[in-house]
């Protein structure tokens, strides 16, 4: 095994465990994401790690995907203001009953989120597989399974985030400024 492998697969383990355990805690949302995105490059490391022509359209497929969703996360989350205070929101509870005051923003970011997570049909799922199958066709199955298990953690974290947004209840409701 060539060095370089090995140094990726160490690297993409590490980051994997680490990032994940760490997101679970957080209740900031651009340090959750600040995490997840450790967790992302984790993944990336593995298709490196799998150094193949198949792991390289899978690096690119997948960097693909995980832009756009995180460009689509920030710009639903992250742009939206109180009407109030013109405040952004910050913390993970600014986030209660969005999905009541604002239903097609809350589905939106369900759907996104659903994408992150890995779950079919959607695009990360598949940007997902991609890079597995890579790792798998490559024989590093232990670095697979640890990435379905870190995947596995991201979904915590990330369904914690539709928990707040639909089902949590606060008794007073922020409204929020149009996006532009």
Do not use: H
């Amino acid at each position: 095994m060539p060095t370089q492998q090995t140094l990726f697969m160490m690297a993409a383990m590490t980051s994997m465990v680490w990032a994940s355990m760490a997101a679970l805690s957080q209740s900031k949302i651009k340090r959750l994401m600040a995490y997840s995105g450790i967790v992302n490059v984790g993944y990336l490391l593995m298709g490196l790690a799998s150094a193949s022509i198949s792991s390289t359209i899978s690096i690119i497929i997948y960097l693909l995907v995980y832009l756009f969703m995180n460009i689509a996360f920030f710009s639903t989350i992250l742009g939206n203001q109180f009407k109030k205070s013109g405040l952004l929101n910050v913390y993970l509870r600014d986030m209660v009953n969005l999905g009541k005051t604002n239903l097609p923003l809350g589905l939106a970011i369900v759907i996104i989120l659903f994408s992150m997570i890995g779950i079919p049909p959607l695009a990360g799922f598949f940007s997902k597989l991609y890079l597995f199958f890579a790792a798998v066709n490559s024989d590093l199955y232990f670095l697979a399974i640890l990435g379905l298990l870190s995947s596995g953690l991201a979904a915590f974290y990330y369904l914690r985030i539709i928990k707040i947004i639909f089902f949590e209840s606060s008794k007073n409701y922020s409204l929020y400024k149009e996006m532009d």
